[in-house]
């Protein structure tokens, strides 16, 4: 590349970058929501939690106890968990699951929950009626079930203790001697590359690919429609040059996006939910040059692709009821990725468009760099960003694409 | 004999199976004002932006003098499309500067060009806004503008006064005559005759894309043994004009097939009309 081509691509790119981050929507869409998304998420959907359970757990709860003779101490566990009961005979019934003329009640809310009991000499019996779309039926059924498994366990104990038996040794035969986490070999930064790859490879393919639409269509279709691009088609810059200065503006609005959504990411994970949840993976340097050159690669299939669809269009309109359900080509394939299994994994899978680098960002983050994977997935990779490039500028360099507003 | 600046020769251009233009031959000299004057669709937009190197010839060819093509040499030309391709988001100067760079002209050197020019359309203390809340005119004398900062040799107007207020056009084609009178060249495409009349010095009339007659207003109308310049136009045209079948979009037989699925039939009665409601 000249240096006069050179300056006049980064004249493109510059003038684009500063006339998109001159809309304040833009700045929300690029800056902002990446980068509070997930903090919001993670800080906002606890406390949400915290609230809504705090809140049930205030509730007094009235349910209906039906049996032939409750024990005393279970009784009082029940009435401890903020549960009313009121006592009633045991109806003539094939199995205590079978709700009978009690599913009126239940349902129409004038009581949380039936609570069948019924002694069989040294074994008891309970079934327990509910609504489960109803959160008040729905706690008082978990409140039951809790103060039962207790009240099992100190039966079992106690039945333990008759029969002369060492209550821990005879439920507890079996034990892990130590720390379990000590069991595990792998480092840290090791475990920690494992969880990242779980969604770091997809927030990049899906956040690549849609913050690149806004971008993409605005340079391109928004420019026709406005009609701008006959003057810039005008000057002396060649249709490559355009498209390479359109892209290298894309691919750093979108590359913006993208990091401070990850950065967002990791401050919720690392930060908020649990400082020892995740920490910092172990990469060599060999990682960390296949990582960028993987999602260099990849930034440029997608955002050539999106230049390319968005140039075909007539319209923004048209421009973007083709590149929003065209996320559905990254959105499946990053799904389907997330599941395979990377131990004796075929070497083709890593010549599949889109899952290749997302495979290959998975091993990467993992530390594992394996020579024939990595020589597949970047070799595939630059066959389609090619392409994808050798596309876009079919569709930089038609005549039509110089339809003004005249 | 002025000298020839941009030769076209034996040029067409076909949209798929519509002719735009048909067998155009034309030198510009420099230092004169040509007016390309035409109803809608005759073809002045098609061969101004052939002229600007947007468009290919289909046959032909569309050459400096020197010879060069003028894809190769798009810094000899200014060029003012009818939509003035301004950014809304960038001010007048921004707009200008984007192209000035383009062109590889350093920022001083457009500036003061620009000054210069601003200040006879008194666009000088607009050069700091923002272009989006422009009026047509004030649009139309920043694009002039941004033509004219990397000093070309030919200036490629298409409509220029199209839409503007009458003080604003008057500016307009004060400075056209100016930059003429300067020594420069300028293709000033129009449909009004009037305004051909007043500013150009050569008159191209073109007509369903081929080119009708090609002289001074005074030469057109002994040609044609009219006395007005909108006679001697009807005299030319006098068969139909054709649509701008250019500006049409291909549409796939699928596309077209789904389109005519959802278009009510046009009822042609008014018994249909009122069946339709």
């Known amino acids: ?406 | 004999m002025p000298k020839s600046l941009l030769s076209i020769q034996g040029v067409t251009k076909n949209f798929a199976e519509v002719k735009a233009l048909h067998e155009i031959n034309l030198e510009i000299y420099s230092g004169q004002i040509v007016g390309l004057v035409g109803s809608n669709g005759a073809g002045k937009t098609t061969l101004l932006r052939l002229m600007a190197g947007v468009y290919k010839p289909s046959n032909g060819t569309v050459n400096l003098s020197n010879g060069e093509s003028v894809t190769t040499m798009r810094h000899e030309l200014g060029v003012v499309p009818e939509s003035t391709g301004l950014y809304s988001r960038l001010t007048a100067w921004e707009n200008i500067r984007y192209h000035s760079r383009m062109h590889g002209i350093p920022d001083s050197i457009s500036w003061a060009r620009t000054e210069k020019f601003a200040e006879h359309l008194d666009m000088k203390d607009s050069l700091s806004r923002h272009t989006k809340g422009f009026s047509r005119g004030m649009k139309q004398k920043t694009a002039l503008l941004r033509a004219l900062a990397h000093g070309p040799n030919i200036l490629l107007l298409d409509e220029p006064t199209a839409g503007l207020d009458i003080t604003s056009a008057r500016t307009v084609r004060a400075l056209v005559r100016q930059l003429r009178d300067e020594g420069g060249t300028v293709i000033y495409s129009t449909h009004q005759l009037a305004e051909a009349q007043q500013v150009c010095d050569r008159i191209v009339i073109i007509h369903n894309g081929e080119i009708r007659a090609d002289g001074s207003p005074s030469k057109l109308l002994e040609d044609t043994g009219t006395v007005s310049l909108e006679e001697a136009y009807v005299s030319l045209t006098q068969d139909q004009a054709r649509t701008r079948e250019e500006d049409n979009d291909k549409e796939s037989a699928f596309s077209g097939w789904w389109r005519r699925l959802f278009t009510p039939r046009t009822p042609k009665t008014t018994r249909e009309v009122m069946e339709s409601e």
């Open chain 1, 1 to 406: 590349m000249s240096e006069g081509s050179f300056l006049r691509v980064r004249a493109i790119a510059k003038k684009e970058v500063v006339e998109f981050t001159r809309d304040w929507r833009t700045i929300i869409a690029i800056i902002v929501i990446p980068l509070l998304m997930f903090p919001l998420l993670f800080i906002l959907f606890p406390v949400l939690l915290q609230s809504e359970a705090a809140e049930l757990d205030a509730l007094e709860l009235s349910i209906v106890i039906q049996t032939d003779g409750l024990p005393e101490n279970l009784a009082e566990n029940i009435s401890l968990s903020s549960i009313n009961y009121t006592i009633e005979l045991l109806p003539n019934l094939t199995s205590l699951s079978e709700p009978g003329k009690d599913i009126e009640r239940v349902r129409n809310s004038s009581t949380d929950a039936v609570l069948r009991f019924e002694s069989n000499d040294d074994v008891w019996g309970y079934a327990i009626l509910h609504l489960s779309t109803s959160e008040r039926s729905t706690e008082a059924r978990y409140r039951l079930l809790t103060t039962l498994s207790e009240w099992e366990d100190s039966e079992v104990r106690e039945r333990i203790e008759l029969g002369g038996l060492d209550v821990n040794t005879t439920l507890d035969p079996l034990r892990w001697d130590g720390e379990i986490s000590a069991g595990d070999v792998a480092t840290s930064g090791e475990q920690s590359g494992m969880i990242l790859s779980l969604f770091i490879p997809l927030v990049l393919a899906i956040w690549t690919y849609s913050s690149a639409i806004q971008p993409s269509i605005d340079m391109t279709a928004g420019e026709r429609e406005r009609g701008t691009l006959e003057a810039l088609l005008c000057l002396p810059c060649t249709r490559m040059e355009l498209l390479m200065g359109k892209w290298l503006a894309v691919a750093t609005i979108t590359g913006v996006g993208v990091l401070l959504q990850i950065f967002g990411l990791l401050f919720a994970i690392g930060y908020l939910a649990s400082s020892s949840f995740i920490g910092v993976p172990q990469l060599s340097m060999v990682s960390i040059g296949l990582i960028v050159l993987s999602i260099m690669l990849f930034a440029i299939m997608v955002v050539a692709f999106e230049l390319a669809l968005a140039m075909r269009s007539h319209s923004v309109k048209e421009a973007g009821s083709i590149l929003a359900p065209a996320l559905m080509l990254i959105l499946f394939p990053a799904l389907f990725t997330q599941v395979i299994n990377l131990d004796g994994i075929e070497g083709f899978w890593f010549a599949i468009p889109v899952v290749n680098i997302l495979l290959a960002l998975r091993e990467l983050l993992m530390n594992r760099v394996i020579t024939e994977h990595v020589l597949i997935w970047a070799f595939s990779s630059v066959v389609y960003a090619s392409l994808a490039a050798y596309y876009a500028s079919r569709q930089f360099n038609r005549e039509d694409i110089v339809t003004s507003l005249s």
